[in-house]
């Protein structure tokens, strides 16, 4: 039988790693290893819930299949300590961009929960987090490419390890990570949306609209703090771009003047707010751009899994 996502993952966290990490961050091995052991499974479970809605994981395979995300890294502890540094070229683009996609505005919150199951200082638990990060995107490249996973296949994979996943959470990061969306949230959240958009035009709730505006400031303070995060989308013509092949009929392709890649609905928001950017004469829009793949929690701020990856756009594009 097939090793879990979870074992493969742990096989990393040496004895030695623990140890070299440890004597870095100044921390005692046994509240490394006890952190670790947190933040694995709760990463992994971001990623599971994403292959819920095939256009949420789209992303995170594309950054998965690309070519600049070494399949051995994980396998180097010399190599990983570097993944320790916020802007180390050691997977360390890569893994702020997985963050990003998972957690988004939540990161913050996530790091603290870890803070405090560990008994390590905040500081040390995000350097954990993009270690373990570095490692889940090491390893699931690897397998990717030895068995040649496409999209359905490795949705197939994740999905198969949900409950296994779900499992390992440590109770204290329970409250830190978005819950999965159930069939009625969903439907809730698009009969809400299609209320607003039928009984006020673009008018939304004040609440859901001040949460879109927090979002996307989140998103974008982040980006600016981690400039080398915005540089991770595979350029036009890679094997990566070539094998990303976007989501949505239609969807279109933008080059942003930072040299980054999005591809978008052709007619969603981002392609018209980028249209609205671009006219040199463009008077000011006669209603407000609708993030329209931007979902929350009834009743909630929280977003719902597969929101950021839209947030995330509007944020490179800013």
Same mark, same amino acid.
Request: net charge negative; glycine share 10%; aromatic share 4%.
């Given at each position: 039988?097939?090793? +879990? ?7 990393? $966290? ?20 006890? &952190? ?41 502890? +010399? ?23 998972? $957690? ?11 803070a405090?199951?560990a ?17 889940v ?15 359905? /296949? $490795?949705? /197939? ?30 439907a +809730? ?10 009984? &006020?035009?673009w008018l ?8 879109i ?45 930072s040299?980054?890649?999005i591809a ?14 671009? /006219? ?6 006669a /209603?407000? $751009?609708?993030l329209?793949r ?25």
């Open positions: 039988m097939a090793a +879990s996502l979870l074992e493969c993952g742990g096989e990393y $966290f040496t004895p030695d790693l623990i140890g070299r990490v440890g004597v870095a961050l100044g921390e005692a091995p046994g509240a490394v290893s006890k &952190g670790l052991d947190a933040v694995l499974p709760a990463l992994l479970a971001g990623v599971v819930e994403r292959a819920r809605e095939p256009h949420a994981l789209h992303p995170i395979y594309a950054l998965v299949s690309d070519a600049a995300v070494d399949p051995a890294l994980a396998r180097s502890p +010399s190599r990983l300590l570097a993944a320790l540094e916020p802007e180390s070229g050691q997977g360390g683009a890569a893994s702020a961009r997985l963050l990003a996609l998972l $957690f988004g505005p939540r990161t913050g919150g996530l790091v603290s929960a870890v405090g199951h008994g390590i200082q905040p500081a040390s638990a995000e350097a954990l987090l993009r270690l373990a990060a570095v490692i995107l090491s390893f699931l490249a690897d397998r990717v490419r030895k068995e040649g996973l496409g999209l359905p /296949a $490795f949705a /197939a994979l994740l999905s198969s390890q949900r409950d296994c996943v779900q499992r390992a959470i440590p109770v204290a990061l329970a409250g830190s990570l978005s819950p999965p969306p159930t069939a009625a949230r969903r +809730s959240s698009r009969s809400a949306r299609s209320g607003a958009r039928s009984g &006020g035009g939304l709730p004040a609440g859901v609209a001040l949460g505006i927090a979002g996307v400031w989140s998103v974008v303070r982040g980006t600016e703090e981690r400039a080398a995060e915005v540089r991770t989308v595979p350029p036009v013509g890679s094997p990566a771009a070539v094998a990303a092949a976007p989501p949505w009929p239609g969807a279109q392709r933008h080059r942003l003047p040299g980054v890649e978008v609905p052709e007619e969603g928001s981002e392609s018209a707010l980028l249209a609205y950017l671009r /006219a040199p004469d463009a008077s000011p829009p /209603a407000p $751009f609708e329209e931007v979902s929350f929690e009834e009743g909630s701020a929280a977003l719902l899994p597969g929101s950021s990856e839209q947030l995330a756009n509007v944020a490179e594009i800013l």
